[in-house]
């Protein structure tokens, strides 16, 4: 990601996320893709009762609003608004401590001989996440993070799971 795109969607993530909190949200993340003739802007959203259908019809008004009205976004885009699904971002010390037990797929700056990392987030505190790969615990500081998501592992011997 270029840093005039992280730039663009961190104006854009401070601006949609007090109306996102206003309007009983959590935004996840706001995400830019695609060139710069068209670009794809995603606002990922959540909140605790889940997303359906109109919950996104009614958030994609406006966020629409919001955008538009914004001088940092000159030209046309493609609004894609929707809930974070199975492969959830990562990006707050608070995201991983509130996955704490979920297995999660992080990228990094390379340290140790690599720079990826799926296994079971096992700790996360202000500062860093552990995560136990294999029966091995590594601890990377958030400052080293490049990417984080949850692997979206759906575990089907839960009692009640079809």
């Known amino acids: 990601m270029s840093v005039q795109t992280k730039k663009l969607a961190e104006r854009l ?4 996320e007090p109306e ?6 959590e935004l996840v993340a706001v995400e830019q893709a695609g060139g710069r003739g068209t670009p794809v802007i995603r606002v990922l959203l959540d909140r605790e009762t889940g997303i359906d259908l109109e919950a996104l019809a009614t958030a994609n008004r406006w966020v629409t609003e919001l ?14 608004v929707s809930s974070p699904g199975l492969d959830r971002p990562l990006r707050r010390p608070r995201d991983f401590e509130r996955y704490v037990g979920e297995v999660a ?16 987030i096992t700790a996360a ?16 500081a958030y400052d080293d993070i ?3 998501r949850l692997k979206g592992v759906v575990d089907f011997s ?5």
């Open 20 to 25: 996102a909190l206003r309007h009983g949200f």
């Open 67 to 80: 955008l538009d009205a914004d001088p940092a976004l000159v030209g046309p885009y493609t609004l894609e």
């Open 105 to 120: 797929t992080i990228k990094t700056r390379p340290r140790e001989g690599r720079s990826a990392y799926t296994g079971r």
């Open 146 to 148: 490049t990417k984080a």
């Open 13 to 16: 993530e401070s601006l949609l």
């Open 158 to 162: 839960r009692e009640g799971a079809r």
């Open 125 to 140: 505190d202000g500062d860093s996440v552990t995560l136990d790969v294999d029966g091995h615990d590594y601890t990377i």
